[in-house]
């Protein structure tokens, strides 16, 4: 999917309007992601048009891409803070399995759960940087363990 500033420079080369089909090509981009994109554009009133009758930029669209093009939170794409948490989840490389079931634990609504999972934490009497340097030994130890295993199958 083309960024909103690609397609707004895209828009602000063009005299006439252009249909979603030629901006999507020209972006090498989907139709339906090129679409999703002119909405968002269009509900903040930097492009005008719409699929039928094709796309123009808007003085407000040259004005933002000015100063330095249109910049997407994610409240904006709306990924919701449940997906943001999994997504930095994976991106730390904690395993999908323990994402779902902490995020089921931190979304279930029941204030118990996340009170239980305190409480557990704080019964283990580590600081949150001797926990972590916890959770990383375990790792490495079971990283080490298979890769030793596999090299005596070899």
Same mark, same amino acid.
């Given at each position: 999917m083309a960024e909103l500033t690609q397609v707004l420079d895209a828009l602000n080369t063009k005299e006439a309007v252009i249909s979603t089909a030629d901006l999507a090509k020209?972006?090498?981009?989907?139709?339906?992601?090129?679409?999703?994109?002119?909405?968002?554009?269009?509900?903040?009133?930097?492009?005008?048009?719409?699929?039928?009758e094709g796309w123009l930029i808007t003085a407000e669209g040259r004005k933002i891409l000015e100063k330095g093009g249109v910049r997407p939170s994610m409240i904006g794409e709306g990924v919701t803070p449940r997906q943001q948490f999994e997504a930095i989840g994976r991106l730390i490389g904690i395993p999908e399995d323990r994402i779902v079931l902490a995020t089921g634990i931190v979304w279930s609504g029941d204030y118990n759960d996340v009170n239980f999972t305190k409480a557990f934490h704080l019964s283990l009497k580590l600081s949150l940087p001797e926990l972590a340097r916890q959770s990383l030994?375990? %790792?490495?130890? *079971?990283?080490?363990?298979?890769? %030793?295993?596999? *090299?005596?199958?070899?």
């Amino acid at each position: 999917m083309a960024e909103l500033t690609q397609v707004l420079d895209a828009l602000n080369t063009k005299e006439a309007v252009i249909s979603t089909a030629d901006l999507a090509k020209e972006l090498t981009a989907s139709m339906e992601g090129t679409r999703k994109q002119l909405t968002r554009l269009k509900e903040k009133k930097y492009v005008e048009g719409d699929s039928k009758e094709g796309w123009l930029i808007t003085a407000e669209g040259r004005k933002i891409l000015e100063k330095g093009g249109v910049r997407p939170s994610m409240i904006g794409e709306g990924v919701t803070p449940r997906q943001q948490f999994e997504a930095i989840g994976r991106l730390i490389g904690i395993p999908e399995d323990r994402i779902v079931l902490a995020t089921g634990i931190v979304w279930s609504g029941d204030y118990n759960d996340v009170n239980f999972t305190k409480a557990f934490h704080l019964s283990l009497k580590l600081s949150l940087p001797e926990l972590a340097r916890q959770s990383l030994k375990r %790792e490495r130890t *079971s990283f080490q363990v298979s890769v %030793e295993a596999e *090299s005596i199958s070899l």
